[in-house]
């Protein structure tokens, strides 16, 4: 029977992660050797404007804002057609961009305006009007995932579900990336050696010194950032007083452009290392740009 109640709902924008997250369970590696553990020269210390739009080397290889948007539209468009053919009538949920920029929040607050305002908060993400999934009985949830049905109204399941279809089907004719989660792998690469990097490790020691000047003691940015003391409903007197110092200590010691400009190094020495794969997953990425485009005006 098709008309079964519906039990409960696709979380359409994360399915893509999923089945991205899935190709890579076991063997997969993409930092640097030993070899390469030297903290390499910063060339030009960078002068960020607006943090909002500023990108890391890395960023280049990824989908992001109105790029991740059109192809998670694509996939659900995809996905509905598949599910229409199984006799599910779905209308995918309206996506709109994120609200933050890629790297806004990556060195922790910046804006002074925004922690006077706001604290350590992000209201335009908590406040954000969710777009309504459409709601699946457990056949179209089977058809969706692959998992439990292989067969429906005569018709074979797409082998790992419309979800798998759907993916397949938005990279057909794109040249084949060898390693689908190299770029995230990389980039959390850099992330982690820039935090130990001896010149990201002494402003941090000169935030923290600062920091205790104003009475608050932290050992690095994201330790105030995720202090558990601000998890009540609303910002509290002090989380607002934190975040002010936060911000002027990162002014003062040149926090926030150090540690992007390290990181830019480290991510650029990965690009240089794995420059042939991800020449691969940029044609890959461009290819299903293209062809999101090709659906979008279908």
């Known amino acids: 029977m098709l008309n079964r109640p519906v039990t409960s709902a696709l979380p359409w924008k994360l399915a893509a992660v999923a089945v991205a997250a899935a190709l890579c369970v076991s063997g997969c590696s993409g930092s640097d050797s030993a ?12 002068s960020i404007q607006d943090i909002k739009k500023f990108a890391l080397p890395l960023d280049a290889y990824k989908a992001i804002g ?46 002074p305006n925004r922690a006077a305002q706001y604290g350590y908060r992000e209201p335009e993400v908590e406040q954000r009007e969710r777009p309504k999934e459409p709601e699946l009985s457990l056949e179209a949830q089977a058809v969706v995932t692959g998992e439990g049905q292989d067969t429906l109204a005569g018709q074979k399941v797409p082998e790992g579900g419309c979800i798998a279809e759907a993916r397949r089907k938005l990279a057909e004719g794109a040249p084949q990336a060898a390693d689908p ?35 608050y003691d932290y050992s690095g940015p994201m ?3 995720n202090d558990r003391a601000f998890s009540t409903p609303k ?31 480290y991510q650029q ?13 940029s044609k890959n990425l461009q290819a299903q740009l293209a062809k999101a485009a090709q659906l979008g005006k279908a």
Not at 35 to 46: I, N
Not at 188 to 207: C, I, Y
């Open 66 to 111: 109105e790029q991740d948007l059109a192809l998670d539209q694509a996939r659900n468009r995809l996905l509905s057609d598949c599910l229409a053919r199984f006799g599910f009538e779905v209308e995918p949920p309206r996506l709109t961009p994120e609200v933050l920029g890629e790297n806004q929040k990556r060195y922790g607050i910046t804006d």
């Open 181 to 215: 989660e190299l770029v995230n792998q990389l980039d959390q690469d850099a992330r982690n050696r820039t935090e130990q990097d001896s010149r990201v490790r002494k402003v941090f020691a000169e935030w923290s010194a600062c920091m205790k000047e104003s009475g």
């Open 35 to 46: 070899s390469d553990s030297g903290e390499p020269a910063v060339d030009t210390m960078l």
């Open 235 to 265: 910002p509290t007197e002090k989380e607002f007083a934190v975040a002010v110092a936060d911000v002027k200590c990162k002014q003062r010691t040149n926090l926030v452009n150090i540690w992007a400009s390290v990181e830019t190094a």
């Open 223 to 225: 330790d105030a950032n």
């Open 269 to 281: 020495r990965h690009i240089e290392r794995h420059k042939s794969a991800l020449d691969g997953i």
